[in-house]
């Protein structure tokens, strides 16, 4: 983990009263999607950004402002999609976005991007489990014995995934760091990939990430611009996928949603925000200019 970033207060722009970007390429990326919102896709991680970071995450739930924000948005912009590693299903719960006026066309890509749920539909589109998430599953409580750095860490069911949760041990830090490694070996030895993120290690299938699923929707969709808002480790790959997308021409913003525990996101980051709150504010704001 890196040195706890610094969230200095964005200057807004005056023409919109928007934070403004820091960097010249997220500036012109926030002028293109305000200058052709039909155009644009607004890309959002869920844990951190919509919703805190809490000690259990079956407790964790999107900020009450987010649904809202979303739906003044989401009817001014040509896309609106949540990508997250959670199961779409239960991002769509947590995130109470199911049923909600304006809110017609959000999609939802889930275990990043392996799953998919559409407001219009209202259904989640789900591939088979990997046969190594099955096997990882029994073996891990037995697995974790081993190793006297586990104890109070917690093991999440994900359906496509499994992770291990060490924030609520003795030494979350600590703990997290003993289980790397071994958790690595075990999930390499069924056929898995080991995703680290905020005191969480996360067993998974290979060939999805967030920088897949968030460049297929874009070429999906047509869009001309992109922002996209994350705050962890698994966010980084879709930060590289906006890069990618900035240098073959399309105009994109990137997003930090404040974390004192991950300074790799806010050094690439074109526009800082103090966390949840401060994201729900920005959606706000932006949906604000483009009723102009």
């Known amino acids: 983990m890196g040195s706890s970033p610094h969230f200095p207060d964005a200057s807004p722009s005056p023409a919109h009263g928007l934070p403004r970007p820091s960097t010249p390429a997220g500036r012109d990326g926030l002028a293109a999607l305000l200058a052709r919102?039909?155009?644009?896709?607004?890309?959002?991680?869920?844990?951190?950004?919509?919703?805190?970071?809490?000690?259990?995450?079956?407790?964790?739930?999107?900020?009450?402002?987010?649904a809202p924000a979303l739906a003044r948005l989401a009817p001014r912009v040509g896309h609106v999609a949540v990508v997250t590693g959670r199961p779409a299903g239960v991002a769509v719960r947590y995130g109470g976005f199911a049923g909600v006026d304006g809110l017609a066309h959000l999609v939802v890509l889930g275990h990043y991007g392996s799953e998919r749920w559409d407001a219009i539909s209202g259904t989640v589109n789900t591939p088979a489990p990997h046969p190594g998430v099955a096997a990882v599953r029994a073996e891990l409580p037995g697995y974790l014995d081993r190793f006297g750095a586990w104890h109070g860490t917690w093991i999440e069911e994900k359906g496509q995934a499994v992770a291990v949760h060490t924030r609520r041990a003795e030494d979350p830090a600590a703990a997290f760091e003993?289980?790397?490694?071994?958790?690595?070996?075990?999930?390499?030895?069924?056929?898995?990939?080991?995703?680290?993120?905020?005191?969480?290690?996360?067993?998974?299938?290979?060939?999805?990430?967030?920088?897949?699923?968030?460049?297929?929707?874009?070429?999906?969709?047509?869009?001309?611009?992109?922002?996209?808002?994350?705050d962890d480790l698994g966010d980084l790959p879709a930060y590289a996928a906006v890069e990618k997308l900035r240098s073959d021409g399309l105009a994109g913003v990137l997003v930090c949603s404040g974390s004192t525990e991950v300074s790799e996101l806010a050094d690439r980051a074109d526009l800082l925000l103090a966390g949840p709150d401060a994201v729900v504010s920005f959606l706000a704001s932006l949906a604000d200019a483009l009723s102009g």
């Open 37 to 66: 919102p039909e155009k644009a896709v607004i890309a959002l991680d869920f844990d951190g950004t919509l919703a805190e970071i809490v000690p259990d995450p079956e407790q964790a739930r999107a900020h009450p402002g987010a």
């Open 178 to 230: 003993a289980l790397r490694e071994p958790l690595a070996t075990l999930a390499a030895r069924h056929g898995l990939v080991l995703e680290p993120g905020r005191m969480v290690l996360e067993l998974r299938p290979p060939g999805m990430d967030k920088g897949v699923a968030l460049a297929e929707y874009i070429r999906e969709v047509g869009a001309e611009s992109v922002l996209y808002a994350g």
